[in-house]
C-alpha cells in the first residue's frame, strides 16, 4: 500500500513558477517508478512527468524545458517544479506511483519500464492539487 498527498497548487500568472511536492507513505520504498499526471477542466487525465527507481526521467512534450521532476529519497517526497508556466498549464495535478514490476512486450521480447506516461501503469494514486494559470 502507498499513500500519496499532493501540496503546492495554487494560482499564478503566466510566466510564473510552482513548486508541487507528494508526500509518500507506507511502500513507497518499494516502487518502480513515480509520476505526475494533471487533468485540465472538461477533459481527460494526462502524463506530465516520470522518475524511475534508477532516476531515469520522462516528460511530456509540452512540458519538456519548462517542468523538472525529482525524488527525495530520504524525504520520501516527490517533486514538480514548474517554470514558465502558460494558461494551458492549468489542471488538478495528481502524483502517482507503480508498486511492483511493470513490464511492456512486444514481439515477443519483454523489457522492464523504468518511466511512464501511461495512467493505467500506475496503481496508487493521490487526491490532486489544483493550479491555475492566468494570462
Known amino acids: 500500500q502507498v499513500n500519496l498527498v499532493e501540496s503546492g497548487g495554487d494560482s499564478v500568472e503566466a510566466g510564473g513558477s510552482l513548486s508541487l511536492s507528494c508526500a509518500a507513505s507506507g511502500d513507497a520504498d518499494d516502487s518502480s517508478f513515480m509520476g505526475w499526471f494533471r487533468q485540465p477542466p472538461g477533459k481527460g487525465r494526462e502524463g506530465v512527468a516520470s522518475?524511475?527507481?534508477?532516476?531515469?526521467?520522462k516528460y511530456a512534450d509540452s512540458v519538456k524545458g519548462r517542468f523538472t521532476i525529482s525524488k527525495d529519497i530520504a524525504k520520501n517526497t516527490l517533486a514538480l517544479q514548474m517554470n514558465s508556466l502558460k494558461p494551458e498549464d492549468t489542471a488538478m495535478y495528481y502524483c502517482a506511483a507503480r508498486l511492483g514490476k511493470q513490464t511492456r512486450c512486444s514481439g515477443g521480447l519483454c523489457s522492464t519500464v523504468w518511466t511512464s506516461l501511461l495512467e493505467e501503469e500506475y496503481n496508487y494514486w493521490g487526491q490532486g492539487t489544483q493550479v491555475t494559470v492566468s494570462s
Open positions: 522518475i524511475g527507481s534508477n532516476g531515469e526521467t
